[in-house]
Nanobody, 125 residues
Framework: QVQLVESGGGLVQAGGSLTLSCAGS????????MGWFRQAPGKEREFVAA????????YYADSVKGRFTISRDNAKNTVYLLMNSLKSDDTAVYYC??????????????????WGQGTQVTVSS
């Protein structure tokens, strides 16, 4: 079992920055890939970013590439999402997720077995 807890959400003005954190517990954190997803009202949950177990490989949605950075600290069992140049379109609930058994599609929420409760990010224009 894996437990995930996000933090760091809040209200920020357009153009501002925010860093989300996701603390993991349970299974060995460094064993699995971690991802960030987001869901805006009335929309499906969408992929934002993912990072391999070692942190060596990172993946981003086109909509956040160049603005967001995913990273992890396995010693602290934590994954981060640094969000710069925020836009109103970035407003959503952000979820971290753990992929403990890779089946081939990091960009799909179905790939991930464990999820946090989510943290709200609101960008005001």
């Amino acid at each position: 079992q894996v437990q995930l807890v996000e933090s760091g959400g809040g209200l920020v003005q357009a153009g501002g920055s925010l860093t989300l954190s996701c603390a993991g517990s349970g299974r060995t954190f460094s064993d699995y890939t971690m991802g960030w997803f987001r869901q805006a009202p009335g929309k499906e949950r969408e992929f934002v970013a993912a990072i391999s177990w070692s942190g060596y490989n990172t993946y981003y949605a086109d909509s956040v590439k160049g603005r967001f950075t995913i990273s992890r600290d396995n010693a602290k069992n934590t994954v981060y999402l640094l969000m710069n140049s925020l836009k109103s379109d970035d407003t959503a609930v952000y979820y971290c997720a753990a992929d403990t058994y890779y089946t081939g599609n990091l960009y799909s929420p179905n790939e991930y077995e464990y999820w946090g409760q989510g943290t709200q990010v609101t960008v005001s224009s």
